[in-house]
């Protein structure tokens, strides 16, 4: 095997493999940003006053974080089925990637929240902020400041979880490797190649959320 050859079949599949890396990027963006509204959300029903609902969250953040996501990503495909409501498998997907990252993204978020001085939420109080006002405009800016790098790493992880979306035959960046693969019989070329991509997307995300942090740090 020559190395012109191997260079020509990984340009052969590189369209392909792109399609697929489109949808990964598209369920991840998809799924972290109602993640995070879900996770915020998620943290203040556990820090209400309310046992009933505070006993909700964690026992959702419990589960989500007990469980596979293979598992998780399973149930939100058939239980839908089984009701007679089937979803696409992109909305499935989409789903069950999002309440996952809600759960973990909960818990960073809840450590930045904690962080906030006691006094800035009283001052708000003041000025007769209502509770959400203070919580868009003075709390999650700096929640936010604060936790991410925590946060870019879960973005990662949530492109990392997406390849199990493969299992509901959603034209990912792994399905369209494993297409390939069976297709051309060579697993090993287009798994590593796919592996690349991945390594690419994670790269990228991760020096733009240092740039970010960067960004931050010098208007503070």
């Given amino acids: 095997m020559s190395a012109p050859d ?7 599949y590189a369209p392909q493999l792109l399609d697929g890396a489109v949808t990964t990027l598209y369920l991840s963006l998809i799924a972290v940003v109602c993640g995070f509204f879900a ?21 959702y953040v419990s589960v989500i974080r007990g469980t596979p996501m293979l598992a998780q990503l399973l149930v939100f495909y058939y239980v839908p089925t089984a009701l007679g ?14 309440l996952n990252t809600a759960a973990y993204q909960s818990q960073i978020l809840g450590a930045g929240f904690r962080s906030i001085p006691r006094g800035q ?3 708000a109080q003041t000025f007769n902020l209502t509770r959400r006002q203070a919580l868009w405009h003075i709390e999650i800016p700096q929640v936010v400041a604060l936790t991410l790098p925590a946060l870019v790493s879960e973005m990662i992880d949530v492109v990392k979880a997406t390849a199990v979306v493969s299992v509901i035959a959603v034209t990912d960046l792994m399905r369209v490797g494993q297409q ?11 798994y590593t190649l796919a592996a690349c991509y991945y390594l690419v997307i994670t790269t990228v995300l991760s020096l733009a959320g ?3 942090e960067r960004r931050i740090a010098q208007r503070t």
């Fill in 6 to 12: 191997l260079l020509a079949r990984c340009l052969g």
């Fill in 39 to 59: 996770g915020v959300f998620i943290h203040v029903l556990s820090a209400s006053h309310n046992r009933l609902l505070a006993g909700f969250a964690r026992t």
């Fill in 85 to 98: 409501l089937p979803l696409p498998g992109v909305m499935s997907a989409a789903i069950g990637l999002s």
């Fill in 121 to 123: 939420i009283e001052a």
């Fill in 180 to 190: 390939l693969a069976s297709v051309s019989y060579r697993p090993l070329e287009v």
């Fill in 210 to 212: 240092r740039a970010l």
